[in-house]
């Protein structure tokens, strides 16, 4: 599949090219859409609980596709205002670590000797934290958390690994003809960093950035199951997984919709930032051979 | 190469002394202490009395260097869930664990090295059909997964135990061989879980870097001085590909970690994850920071380990 791909042509038409990102493009499309218009959409809503008694657990029907929960609410409703969390948290999760630790690595890189040692060192030192561990005594011992507290604890001890990837590329990037030519110019320091190197590292953020927006959801989702997630009624893919682990024996569906909500989204991302990294930075793909 | 690892050990006790720095505000600087937990059936005299007895009622500064000079002395405080100290809940579950993430670290590692390479070296059907099922895992809830396989094994096919470490009635009666089976029997499902959703990471590393040495130079003069193309792939090509496998593993531990915790969830496994996700919910304070620090200390022993197995694989950093 891959070798045959011509090298040749925009970088979008590339991608495009390649079936395995149209396919993961179209799936993130129609789920940030079902999140988008979704839930007013639809004709229940997430909290509403229709008839607790006759409607408990009552499996999927025309009326419910995706049947319904313990408290008879509507899971196909459930599940579509839960991509607006989950995807949510996602987005402003990664946004904020790739901001953070691209500045953290360009600096760390740039500037280079005693600075970026120790720069590097407290690195170190938080990457020896076991992420779920702190994530989940903070989410817990915290709690109640709204969606972007979450989304923000999890950005904020997110950023270690894009830091690395920059500041590596930036080290190999400080004395590359066109950067020196930049300064003897006079190009200020923001100035280099901004115009010159940050576009030139942009490709293996970006590969980062995709895989990152599946890991999170999957972290979040697992936060989620061990009770540690968004607080209700706002409940993202995770926590309405959580909420049917009571009923799991008799009821499939409360924990098949969420879960399978959570492959495909995951799925897709992971596919996408495959297809990316193959396209923008073809070290270590098939088609260098 | 010996300087090089006293200075690694310095440091790393440098960073176990900031990640418990780090653990211990966090923990303290929460809304409540241990006793809101209980508050509905505490008076708030009794409360009051509480925390003045475990030094709650002071500034946080001064709590944190009694605390420092607590675990100097290896004191890491009192478990008010387990009714214990935290240094006999910690010796308890911390074998567990290790046997647990161990096993199935090596196996994950064994297979995930062994794919990856088959995938770089053959390519084709194999490569793409493997890539594909390996997305799938990689894409695969930790707990999601864990759970299936709990389920498949324990509820429809009953082939398995499905929760703790041994028999809780009946281990107590086995014969020497009874008992070790009954072990082995409770680890079967923990280990396999942990090692299939973490060894599709293993692999995908694997057949990068595989596929980032197999066009050298190198390879290329061995391959037209006639070495077969198993003893290329093998031989050649992974001792050349292994190094940064080790620098994975020494960054994929702290979330193998957070790994085990899930399974630990799943299987009832009553190791650190356990410990953690019930001292959470207890609000036990001094648990929770512990937990949080041995974690940090096995993944930092853990690098120490990485740090050897390179230089024992690659001479050039031996020097």
């Keep these: 599949m891959t070798g045959r791909v011509p090298r040749s042509g925009s970088l979008a038409s590339r991608l495009l090219r390649r079936p395995a990102a149209r396919w993961s493009l179209v799936v993130i499309a129609l789920l940030v859409l079902a999140a988008v218009v979704g839930p007013p959409l639809w004709k229940y809503s997430p909290t509403e609980q229709p008839n607790i008694v006759g409607l408990k657990n009552a499996p999927p029907s025309h009326a419910h596709p995706f049947g319904t929960d313990a408290v008879s609410r509507d899971l196909l409703s459930r599940v579509l205002s839960g991509a607006r969390i989950s995807l949510g948290i996602s987005a402003l999760a990664v946004a904020l670590a790739v901001t953070v630790g691209t500045a953290y690595g360009l600096v760390a890189g740039y500037v280079g000797g005693r600075l970026d040692t120790s720069m590097m060192r407290i690195l170190d030192a938080f990457l020896s934290i076991p992420r779920v561990l702190l994530l989940i005594a903070l989410a817990t011992l915290w709690k109640p958390m709204p969606f972007w507290e979450v989304a923000i604890l999890i950005g904020a001890t997110g950023w270690l690994g894009v830091s690395r990837l920059v500041r590596a590329e930036t080290l190999a990037m400080r004395h590359a003809t066109f950067v020196e030519a930049a300064q003897a110019l006079g190009a200020s320091t923001p100035r280099t960093l901004w115009r010159h190197i940050l576009p030139n590292i942009a490709a293996p953020v970006i590969v980062f950035a995709t895989l990152a927006v599946g890991n999170v959801i999957l972290l979040e989702s697992g936060l989620s199951y061990l009770g540690a997630g968004t607080s209700p009624p706002t409940a993202s893919w995770g926590a309405i997984f959580y909420d049917g682990m009571d009923s799991s024996s008799s009821a499939w569906w409360v924990l098949l919709f969420p879960g399978m909500a959570i492959l495909v989204t995951v799925l897709a991302f992971n596919t996408l930032g495959d297809a990316l990294r193959d396209v923008l930075d073809p070290r270590g793909s098939p088609t260098t051979r | ?319």
């Excluded at chain 2, 409540?32 to 500064?61: C, I, M, N, T, W």
């Excluded at chain 2, 997964?145 to 009635?169: C, E, H, R, Y």
């Excluded at chain 2, 942990?194 to 595989?210: E, N, P, W």
């Design chain 2, 1 to 319: 190469m010996y300087r090089r690892l006293v200075a690694r050990l310095g440091q790393s006790i440098v960073v176990a002394f900031i990640v418990a720095t780090i653990a211990f505000f966090v923990v303290r600087d929460a809304p409540g202490d241990p006793f809101s937990y209980e508050a509905r059936s505490l008076s708030p005299g009794v409360r009051e009395q509480l925390r003045k007895q475990f030094g709650y009622d002071q500034p946080v500064l001064i709590q944190y260097l009694r605390y420092l000079s607590n675990v100097a002395r290896g004191n890491f405080g009192w478990s008010f869930t387990k009714g214990t100290f935290v240094s006999a809940a910690l010796a308890e579950a911390i074998p567990r664990t290790l046997l647990l993430a161990s096993v199935a670290l090596a196996l994950s590692f064994a297979i995930g090295v062994a794919l990856g390479v088959m995938q770089a070296a053959r390519g084709g059907w194999f490569d793409r059909v493997s890539s594909g099922i390996l997305l799938f895992f990689y894409s695969l809830p930790d707990f999601w997964g864990a759970l299936m396989i709990l389920t498949v094994f324990t509820s429809w096919w009953q082939l398995f135990p499905a929760g703790n470490i041994v028999d809780p009635t009946l281990h107590e009666y086995m014969p020497p061989w009874g008992a070790f089976v009954d072990r082995v029997k409770h680890l079967v499902l923990p280990v396999a879980s942990l090692t299939i959703l973490s060894l599709a990471g293993v692999a995908r590393y694997q057949r990068a870097a595989m596929l980032e040495v197999l066009p050298s130079e190198f390879i290329r003069a061995a391959r037209a001085k006639g070495v077969s193309e198993r003893a290329l792939v093998w031989r050649h090509a992974l001792r050349n590909a292994a190094t940064p496998m080790v620098t994975i593993l020494g960054l994929m531990l702290p979330a193998f970690l957070g790994g085990t915790v899930f399974i630990e969830k799943v299987f009832s496994w009553p190791g650190l994850g356990s410990l953690a996700t019930g001292a959470v919910e207890g609000r036990d304070y001094d648990l929770v920071t512990a937990t949080i620090v041995v974690g940090a200390v096995i993944v930092l022993i853990g690098n120490l380990l990485a740090d050897l197995l390179h230089a024992a694989i690659d001479p050039r950093v031996r020097e």
